[in-house]
């Protein structure tokens, strides 16, 4: 072993293991190459999430400010991790085209930069509600608002991330390219919208920005750029997205009682010779396969047979297997509305999809799986076509719901509401959430582990955490009390859960019990919403206990929201503002600009969609 490695100076975050093999691949170097490996892994550092926007924040640009004509600025709003994916993999193209490239989240971009930015690319989603990522907030606030710079130097590009399923498709990166071109700025791209399927999409509109780029852009003198190799680095970890790792089924557990009207279910995969790692916050995505009696619904409804084979892009598939593995059945979308209206001819399809129908638009989205419209609205599809027109199968997150310091990395455990409901005279799915419930010894989930830089405990182990998790939102607050209990945190641990009925729906709740006798948790506040005639949610328990709950912010405790983002975020939030403007009085305006500061600074952290 190497004898640095050795020596009991050298204070390490790596564990026993990593340390070892550590010291297995750098036995027998030469110092120089030691040093070598040094600034590598120093610019790998810097391009991780994590430590990109942390090493920009408040310090000197990296690139000095004459130089900022000559690179390209890459700036993620990423939710779920996808646009962060996108934005990735630009810079790493862009560098290894030679460009000088700075790739940050929005949280860490440095506002007071921008009047001198020349060249900008951003990668933005919008959630549900045409609302930007949290950690975009900030950055897309000051754009729109009247602090915002004039921009006449600035070219940029704007590529949106969004879901068709909802109204306010790209709202975020529709509002953002229109306000940058107020602003005085140019494209040199044109604006790109991805839908979920977002691939070829961000791949193609990607190469374009580009082309353009190194077009407007010169390359710099070898001494001017970063002295990093890291597009030689930028291979995919083993099991990505794109290479899922196939998890057996270690548990399979219906953790409501047999007269909850709900079923949630607690999974334990193995990950065992997977080589994925995960903290707390981390969410893992499953390749969902439809279930066999949906594919059975849509192949009789279509009167099309599931053995006959169908090509599309290049692949050769049954029927059969195109709808159970690669389409998405269980999510209308506006494109499969716009085919069906076209098909058929229906005025009633025809009317929503008119300019001013959005809110009816929004209703039939809401109300309808693709399945209804097949049959309420019937036409013969032919089944190639059908292939081209529906939109491929993507994976689902689930938050992750035990630490790997208790369970250990070759398991990970999840927290999975079973969507099931009657609705149109059939039984409605929901894709992941029928495929994990199905599962068994036999089965193979197809996952992978979506980082979560932005859902992280205090780094300062002293600092107290106040989580806030209604339904399967609890999930990673499971794994966070597992971690503090297992890391002998000093901070102090407050939970508060909601859900249905006491008797039937309260999710771990041995669990629970035992972390409070234990002292792992050290407050557990319920709101249990259908126990008494009114129902009680988790936000009036944060309203009566607003006093001490602020008590604690002010003390520097970090705050997490997980569950819903249509509802319960926003009345959290409210209830939030609500007793930072009574306890802490202040006036509104200031209560909103401190929580504002506060999910600038992670010290307030949502995951929730
Ligand atoms: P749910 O439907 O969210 O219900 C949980 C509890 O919240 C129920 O008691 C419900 O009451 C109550 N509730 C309803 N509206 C509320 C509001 N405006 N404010 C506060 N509480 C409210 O539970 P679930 O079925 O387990 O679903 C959890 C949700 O969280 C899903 O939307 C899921 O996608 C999401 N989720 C997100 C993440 C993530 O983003 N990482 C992780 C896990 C879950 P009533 O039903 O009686 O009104």
Same mark, same amino acid.
């Given at each position: 072993?190497?004898?640095?490695?050795?020596?009991?100076?050298?204070?390490?975050?790596?564990?026993?293991?990593?340390?070892?093999?550590?010291?297995?691949?750098?036995?027998?170097?030469?110092?120089?190459?030691?040093?070598?490996?040094?600034?590598?892994?120093?610019?790998?550092?810097?391009?991780?999430?994590?430590?990109?926007?942390?090493?920009?924040?408040? +310090?000197? !640009? &990296?690139?000095?400010?004459?130089? =900022?004509? /000559?690179? #390209? $600025?890459?700036?993620?709003? %990423?939710?779920?991790?996808?646009?962060?994916?996108?934005?990735?993999?630009?810079?790493?193209?862009?560098?290894?085209?030679?460009?000088?490239?700075?790739?940050?989240?929005?949280?860490?971009?440095?506002?007071?930069?921008?009047?001198?930015?020349?060249?900008?690319?951003?990668?933005?989603?919008?959630?549900?509600?045409?609302?930007?990522?949290?950690?975009?907030?900030?950055?897309?606030?000051?754009?729109?608002?009247?602090?915002?710079?004039?921009?006449?130097?600035?070219?940029?590009?704007?590529?949106?991330?969004?879901?068709?399923?909802?109204?306010?498709?790209?709202?975020?990166?529709?509002?953002?390219?229109?306000?940058?071109?107020?602003?005085?700025?140019?494209?040199?791209?044109?604006?790109?919208?991805?839908?979920?399927?977002?691939?070829?999409?961000?791949? +193609?509109? !990607? &190469?374009?920005?580009?082309?353009? =780029?190194? /077009?407007? #852009? $010169?390359?710099?003198?070898? %001494?001017?750029?970063?002295?990093?190799?890291?597009?030689?680095?930028?291979?995919?970890?083993?099991?990505?997205?794109?290479?899922?790792?196939?998890?057996?089924?270690?548990?399979?557990?219906?953790?409501?009682?047999?007269?909850?009207?709900?079923?949630?279910?607690?999974?334990?995969?193995?990950?065992?010779?997977?080589?994925?790692?995960?903290?707390?916050?981390?969410?893992?995505?499953?390749?969902?396969?439809?279930?066999?009696?949906?594919?059975?619904?849509?192949?009789?409804?279509?009167?099309?047979?599931?053995?006959?084979?169908?090509?599309?892009?290049?692949?050769?598939?049954?029927?059969?297997?195109?709808?159970?593995?690669?389409?998405?059945?269980?999510?209308?979308?506006?494109?499969?509305?716009?085919?069906?209206?076209?098909?058929?001819?229906?005025?009633?399809?025809?009317?929503?999809?008119?300019?001013?129908?959005?809110?009816?638009?929004?209703?039939?989205?809401?109300?309808?799986?693709?399945?209804?419209?097949?049959?309420?609205?019937?036409?013969?599809?032919?089944?190639?076509?059908?292939?081209?027109?529906?939109?491929?199968?993507?994976?689902?997150?689930?938050?992750?719901?035990?630490?790997?310091?208790?369970?250990?990395?070759?398991?990970?455990?999840?927290?999975?509401?079973?969507?099931?409901?009657?609705?149109?005279?059939?039984?409605?799915?929901?894709?992941?959430?029928?495929?994990?419930?199905?599962?068994?010894?036999?089965?193979?989930?197809?996952?992978?582990?979506?980082?979560?830089?932005?859902?992280?405990?205090?780094?300062?182990?002293?600092?107290?955490?106040?989580?806030?998790?209604?339904?399967?939102?609890?999930?990673?607050?499971?794994?966070?009390?597992?971690?503090?209990?297992?890391?002998?945190?000093?901070?102090?641990?407050?939970?508060?859960?909601?859900?249905?009925?006491?008797?039937?729906?309260?999710?771990?709740?041995?669990?629970?019990?035992?972390?409070?006798?234990?002292?792992?948790?050290?407050?557990?506040?319920?709101?249990?919403?259908?126990?008494?005639?009114?129902?009680?949610?988790?936000?009036?328990?944060?309203?009566?206990?607003?006093?001490?709950?602020?008590?604690?912010?002010?003390?520097?405790?970090?705050?997490?929201?997980?569950?819903?983002?249509?509802?319960?975020?926003?009345?959290?939030?409210?209830?939030?503002?609500?007793?930072?403007?009574?306890?802490?009085?202040?006036?509104?305006?200031?209560?909103?600009?401190?929580?504002?500061?506060?999910?600038?600074?992670?010290?307030?952290?949502?995951?929730?969609?």
């Amino acid at each position: 072993m190497n004898a640095a490695l050795k020596s009991p100076q050298l204070d390490s975050t790596l564990d026993a293991d990593k340390l070892a093999q550590l010291a297995r691949l750098t036995s027998g170097l030469s110092p120089a190459d030691l040093y070598w490996i040094a600034a590598y892994s120093a610019a790998l550092a810097a391009r991780l999430p994590a430590y990109a926007g942390l090493a920009v924040v408040g +310090e000197p !640009s &990296a690139v000095p400010a004459g130089q =900022a004509g /000559e690179r #390209l $600025s890459i700036v993620y709003g %990423s939710q779920t991790g996808n646009s962060r994916r996108v934005a990735e993999q630009l810079a790493g193209n862009a560098e290894a085209a030679g460009l000088l490239v700075r790739l940050l989240r929005a949280g860490a971009y440095p506002l007071r930069e921008l009047a001198q930015e020349h060249h900008l690319v951003v990668v933005i989603s919008s959630q549900g509600d045409g609302d930007p990522p949290d950690d975009a907030i900030g950055f897309i606030e000051f754009i729109s608002g009247k602090r915002a710079p004039r921009l006449p130097q600035l070219k940029f590009a704007v590529l949106g991330l969004g879901d068709s399923s909802y109204p306010k498709f790209c709202a975020v990166s529709r509002e953002l390219d229109a306000r940058l071109i107020e602003l005085g700025a140019s494209r040199f791209s044109t604006l790109g919208e991805a839908d979920v399927d977002f691939d070829s999409t961000a791949a +193609e509109w !990607s &190469a374009g920005v580009l082309e353009t =780029a190194r /077009e407007v #852009l $010169s390359v710099p003198a070898a %001494s001017a750029r970063h002295a990093s190799p890291l597009h030689a680095v930028s291979a995919p970890p083993q099991h990505s997205r794109d290479n899922p790792f196939p998890a057996a089924v270690l548990e399979n557990q219906r953790i409501v009682s047999r007269n909850s009207d709900r079923d949630v279910r607690h999974i334990e995969l193995s990950l065992e010779g997977s080589g994925l790692r995960y903290e707390p916050g981390d969410a893992v995505g499953v390749w969902p396969q439809n279930p066999p009696a949906l594919v059975e619904q849509w192949l009789s409804t279509l009167k099309l047979d599931g053995a006959n084979e169908v090509e599309h892009d290049g692949r050769r598939l049954p029927l059969a297997r195109w709808l159970s593995h690669e389409r998405e059945l269980t999510r209308l979308t506006r494109s499969l509305v716009v085919a069906q209206a076209t098909a058929t001819g229906h005025g009633d399809l025809q009317r929503v999809l008119e300019p001013g129908q959005q809110a009816a638009f929004a209703r039939l989205l809401e109300s309808h799986q693709p399945i209804d419209l097949l049959r309420e609205f019937p036409t013969s599809w032919d089944a190639a076509q059908l292939i081209a027109a529906l939109r491929p199968l993507t994976p689902r997150l689930y938050s992750i719901a035990s630490s790997a310091r208790v369970v250990g990395h070759d398991e990970v455990h999840l927290t999975v509401g079973v969507v099931e409901y009657a609705a149109h005279g059939s039984v409605h799915y929901g894709a992941a959430s029928a495929f994990l419930a199905a599962t068994g010894d036999d089965t193979r989930v197809p996952v992978f582990v979506e980082k979560n830089e932005r859902f992280r405990l205090p780094a300062d182990s002293s600092r107290d955490v106040i989580m806030i998790g209604p339904g399967t939102g609890i999930a990673p607050f499971r794994a966070f009390v597992q971690e503090r209990q297992a890391t002998a945190t000093s901070g102090r641990n407050w939970l508060f859960f909601g859900n249905r009925h006491f008797a039937q729906d309260f999710l771990y709740q041995v669990e629970w019990q035992e972390a409070l006798r234990s002292g792992a948790l050290h407050r557990l506040d319920l709101a249990f919403s259908r126990d008494s005639a009114q129902k009680i949610y988790v936000q009036q328990r944060i309203r009566e206990h607003g006093r001490e709950l602020y008590a604690w912010l002010r003390e520097g405790a970090h705050l997490y929201v997980c569950g819903d983002s249509a509802h319960m975020a926003k009345d959290v939030h409210e209830a939030l503002l609500e007793i930072i403007t009574v306890h802490g009085r202040q006036s509104a305006a200031d209560a909103k600009a401190w929580l504002a500061e506060l999910l600038q600074q992670g010290r307030y952290a949502r995951d929730v969609y």
